[in-house]
């Protein structure tokens, strides 16, 4: 008698745990509503804030706003997110900022609504002398109080779509606010997940003659 030794290749599929994602949008362009702050070079605010992320160009290009003018806003709009999740764990607005002077505020701000639109805003973070990157979080849709959904956050929801964002400077006491960077993010868990195959080989004994 021969004993064989058989082995079958199978194949499992093991679930992968859903990843995390980032999106993130520049300006595009300058609201019309709240469009208040200086450009650097004269023209419209966005360009001089839509540095590429990671790089941006300190004093080269930015937007300002003495301290005897202030508080002021400055809003943006954006290309819409484009995003499949299972959950979003929060939209946050980002500048990279700095004072010349002394005791200069800043706040993130959010504009939600299909009509009217309102206004939201982070609390105040104390800008600092050199630039520095401040990040204003919003873990729910502040107009509903309730986890984002994806049509929010992707401006098709027809009652509570983001619509815009924006900072808010105040408290100067002396020389001016300057902002070289302003971007939007959401943080989110992507839908699903995926499958990792797995070549598992198993063992069969048999027994022939």
Do not use: C, H
């Amino acid at each position: 008698m021969r004993r064989l030794l058989l082995t079958v290749g199978v194949l499992l599929a093991l679930a992968a745990p859903a990843a995390a994602q980032v999106q993130q949008r520049l300006p595009t362009s300058d609201s019309a509503t709240y469009n208040e702050w200086n450009a650097s070079g004269g023209g419209s605010k966005f360009a001089d804030v839509d540095d590429t992320i990671g790089a941006d160009d300190a004093d080269s290009t930015y937007i300002s706003k003495v301290f005897g003018s202030l508080p002021a806003v400055q809003a943006f709009g954006f290309t819409a997110f484009s995003i499949t999740s299972s959950a979003i764990t929060n939209v946050q607005v980002v500048a990279i900022a700095r004072q010349t002077g002394a005791d200069g505020q800043l706040r993130g701000g959010l504009r939600i609504g299909a009509g009217p639109v309102n206004d939201y805003q982070s609390s105040a973070q104390a800008l600092s002398g050199s630039y520095t990157t401040y990040t204003f979080t919003f873990a729910t849709n502040p107009q509903t109080t309730s986890a984002w959904t994806e049509a929010e956050v992707e401006g098709t929801d027809g009652t509570n779509p983001l619509v815009e964002f924006y900072v808010r400077g105040q408290s100067a006491s002396s020389g001016e606010l300057r902002i070289t960077n302003a971007y939007l993010v959401v943080n989110y868990t992507a839908a699903g997940g995926g499958v990792s195959p797995t070549s598992v080989m198993l063992p069969l004994t048999g027994v022939g003659q």
